[in-house]
């Protein structure tokens, strides 16, 4: 009986939507603990499950295998922004909060969901209306 828990390097590869190959050069270059096993006996476990989707959110976001490498070993230092490089596309919300007053957010950088940026928006529109309604211009 198998053990849910425990995945092959092909189950593994389906569950972070990777291809085998990436996987093995994570386990080659010690980014994901080796397995379980060897060859077609290896068995997965949810620490390399988990070890693996963070890569892929850190890869995603720009971050450097070397970077990736020392988060991995508990450096707590945030994770660098993503350089900007000529021909890159940004998109940035302005937000029109009264006559002279804007707030500019790029949400990628800020590490903001839509919903978050949303939230963030009606949250700076209610404090300007309680800070304007409770100090009226003499």
């Not at 971050?63 to 993503?82: H, K, N, Y």
């Not at 969901?113 to 304007?132: D, H, K, N």
Request: aromatic share 6%; hydrophobic share 40%; charged share 25%.
């Amino acid at each position: 009986m198998s053990n849910p828990d425990q995945h092959t390097l092909s189950e593994l590869c389906v569950l972070a939507d990777l291809p085998v190959r990436t996987v093995r050069y994570y386990v080659q270059n010690g980014l994901v603990d080796k397995p379980l096993g060897e060859t077609r006996a290896a068995r997965y476990g949810a620490k390399q499950l988990e070890q693996v989707l963070l890569i892929k959110k850190w890869t995603a976001a720009g971050v450097s295998l070397d970077r990736i490498r020392e988060l991995l070993q508990g450096e707590e230092a945030p994770v660098p922004a993503r350089v900007r490089k000529a021909g890159s596309v940004e998109v940035w919300s302005h937000l029109y909060v009264a006559d002279g007053l804007e707030v500019v957010i790029e949400p990628g950088r800020a590490q903001m969901s839509p919903e978050q940026v949303r939230a963030f928006t009606r949250g700076v529109m209610a404090l300007y209306a309680s800070i304007t309604e409770s100090t009226e211009p003499e």
